[in-house]
Nanobody, 125 residues
Framework: QVQVVESGGGLVQAGGSLRLSCAASGRTFGGYNMGWFRQAPGKEREFVAAIRWSGSNTYYADSVKGRFIISRDNAKNTVYLQMNSLKPEDTAVYYC??????????????????WGRGTQVTVSS
């Protein structure tokens, strides 16, 4: 089992940047694929980005491609989400999640076993 805790959210103006961090503890962090999801008020949780256990492959939602970058440092048990050129529609609670390295589909929230409590990101216009 792995526990994950997000940090780095906050209020930023449109066009600005934020970097979210997700610190993991418990079982070997390198044995998990990691993902970021978000949920805006009144909307369902949606996929944002994911990264394989080795960091060799990354995946992005079309809405964030070219603006967000997911990365990980297995030595620090941490995954990051660098968010650039933020838009008001990026406003949401951002969640970090972990799934076993055997998981193929990293786009679907139901594939993830472990979730953090989320961190609020608010982008003002």
């Amino acid at each position: 089992q792995v526990q994950v805790v997000e940090s780095g959210g906050g209020l930023v103006q449109a066009g600005g940047s934020l970097r979210l961090s997700c610190a993991a503890s418990g079982r070997t962090f390198g044995g998990y694929n990691m993902g970021w999801f978000r949920q805006a008020p009144g909307k369902e949780r949606e996929f944002v980005a994911a990264i394989r256990w080795s960091g060799s492959n990354t995946y992005y939602a079309d809405s964030v491609k070219g603006r967000f970058i997911i990365s990980r440092d297995n030595a620090k048990n941490t995954v990051y989400l660098q968010m650039n050129s933020l838009k008001p529609e990026d406003t949401a609670v951002y969640y970090c999640a972990a799934t076993s390295l055997g998981t193929i589909n990293l786009y679907t929230s139901s594939q993830y076993n472990y979730w953090g409590r989320g961190t609020q990101v608010t982008v003002s216009s």
